[in-house]
């Protein structure tokens, strides 16, 4: 699989991918990472990518002359799909990581500043995504936590892809407890369910204490599972 970076701060993501599941989906070859900074693709000689809002107004705009080069650089006519990383786009969540992550070939757009031209977006970009209702300085984080979650799917990665299948989100619930050895911790015990053995008992005890968890937690999944 090919991710394409769109950023103005390359650098960011050197250790990123060369570090745990990550570095290891690199170094693999289950993803192939292309970064490409924005500004190379800026005309003027001081690389502006950026300008005054019009109308007026606190910030700046991204131009949309670099990102439409640099974009169009990289997809080469080919029909992608664009990730733009914006606190207006939709929520993150494992479904949108599932799909991408079957993707051969995907762009992600890193914006700074206040937001990017939104010709842009009206024009190249194909999907807006948000990690949650804050702002950062720029889409680099985004982008990370959607690599991350896309690279750990990928065959080869994991050493059990089974663990993968069976986290939080992947079927709609919230994860178990887990628990490992010591069986007795500081007075606290290991449920015994656990150590029965009896595999029909405990994926029982899981699913319970999964919807149990999440009803807490989490009452809108809740609802959205089970309230249809």
């Known amino acids: 699989m090919i991710i394409n970076i769109l950023t103005l701060f390359p650098n960011i993501f050197s250790n990123f991918l060369k570090e745990s599941i990550v570095g290891i989906a690199v170094e ?3 993803i192939k990472t292309n970064i490409v900074n924005i500004r190379d693709f800026a005309f003027d000689k001081h690389k502006q990518v950026d300008d ?4 007026g107004g606190a910030g700046m705009i991204m131009k949309p002359e670099p990102l439409y080069e640099a974009i169009s650089f990289v997809k080469k006519e080919k029909n992608v799909p664009v990730i733009y990383f914006t606190p207006q786009g939709r929520l993150l ?4 990581v599932n799909k991408y992550s079957r993707e051969n070939e ?3 757009v890193c914006g700074h500043y206040k937001e990017i ?3 842009i977006r009206d024009t190249l970009i194909t999907d807006e995504i948000s990690i949650g209702d804050y702002v950062l300085s720029g889409g680099e984080i985004p982008a990370m936590v ?4 896309i690279a750990r799917l990928q065959k080869g990665v994991l050493s059990n892809l089974d663990s ?3 986290d939080s989100h992947q079927n709609g619930l919230l994860g178990y407890p887990c628990y490992t050895r010591p069986a007795e911790f500081k007075g606290m015990k290991v449920p015994e369910v656990l150590l029965s053995g009896n595999h029909k008992k405990i994926e029982e005890w899981r699913r319970e204490k999964s919807i149990e968890l999440t009803k807490k937690v989490r009452p809108d999944l809740y609802k959205k599972k089970f309230e249809k």
């Open 28 to 30: 693999k070859k289950a």
């Open 52 to 55: 005054y809002s019009f109308g």
């Open 93 to 96: 969540n494992q479904e949108i």
């Open 106 to 108: 995907i762009v992600l």
């Open 117 to 119: 031209d939104q010709r």
């Open 146 to 149: 959607l690599i991350d979650a």
């Open 164 to 166: 993968a299948l069976t």
